[in-house]
């Protein structure tokens, strides 16, 4: 939990009071909260999300939080204030640098507490309707080194969250091929859907991959033809399915079909289709439980070259 009264806020002026209709309407964010440490990860969340907030308008808040052990630091309490410090002239400098690159003025909150929490009941004070937060997602590392951040706000944040990774210069925000991971759920129906309203903005192409999963593996049995037949006509019968949901949503899409772990299957097609998003829900393939779903976004936040954007 954060400290209330440990908070330092900054200014707020928004520079882009556009009259736009509403984020369930158009398929942007307003209110968007980025978590912020100085890294270059950070920066590139930052910078991803301020271009679309310039073209669309809309509003952020950046927010860096103190992690202070009092067992750790009890016998040094200056070191708090000295990190707090720290802080605000990160936040400072970020702002400025913003403010020069593209004009945008924002919000900037320096708290003590630990990073997810703090970040995730900000959002919640901020009734954003987006977290954004970048991370390095390392390549064949376990879940601690995927980023305890980055895991724990996805886990239990109040509205959709954004993972960026990729360098400050190629942050522009747009989006011209979109990728869904769609199983039929009712999660991933609140992706794609969402997929559909950001591709009619941004003229995307949207491609919806639907991966058949290896229940072999995760039950141990041996997978016959007509076990493999069936599995094939039932991912025929929720990519037409999704489809029609885009169809009706205005968009057309193009739908594949693929075998294999779900995680890494994701990030494989994002690579070889050039996709530049992957849009995803936060729960279901098949009935599969939450803590198989949790490795496969993991997987995919860990393999997959571009943004992530997490659909609650």
Partial sequence: ?????????????????????????????????????????????????????????????????????EEEFGTIPEQLEKRMDFGRKLCSQAKEDLLSALGISLESIICEGDPPDTIIEVAQEKKADLIAIGTHGRRGLKKLLMGSVTSGVIANAPCDVLVVKKSCSECDGSYKSILVP??????????????????????????????????E??????????????????????????????LANGVS????????????????????????L??????GWSGVNKAIIGGNTERV??????????VR
Avoid: W
């Fill in 182 to 215: 769609f199983d039929g759920s009712e999660s991933g129906k609140k992706a794609l859907l969402q997929a559909c309203r950001m591709a009619r903005i941004d003229g995307s192409s949207v491609k919806v991959l639907y991966v058949i999963p290896r229940y």
């Fill in 1 to 69: 939990m954060y400290r209330k009264d440990a908070c330092s806020p900054g200014s707020f002026t928004s520079e882009f009071n556009m009259d736009i209709a509403t984020e369930k309407d158009t398929g942007m964010y307003q209110n968007i909260v980025v978590g912020f440490d100085g890294s270059g990860y950070s920066k590139s969340a930052l910078m991803e999300v301020s271009n679309r907030i310039k073209r669309h308008g809309g509003n952020i808040a950046l927010v860096h939080a103190v992690f202070f052990d």
């Fill in 278 to 283: 992957i849009v995803m829900g936060s729960y």
């Fill in 253 to 276: 899409v193009r739908t594949l079909i693929a075998d294999g772990d779900i995680g890494s299957k994701i990030a494989e097609t994002a690579d070889s289709e050039k996709n530049d």
């Fill in 217 to 246: 593996e995760m039950i141990g049995f041996l997978m016959t033809s007509s076990m493999k037949s069936s599995l094939m006509k039932e991912a025929e019968k929720i990519t037409a399915a999704a489809g029609d949901l885009a």
């Fill in 301 to 310: 936040i860990m393999y997959a070259n571009c943004p992530i954007l997490v």
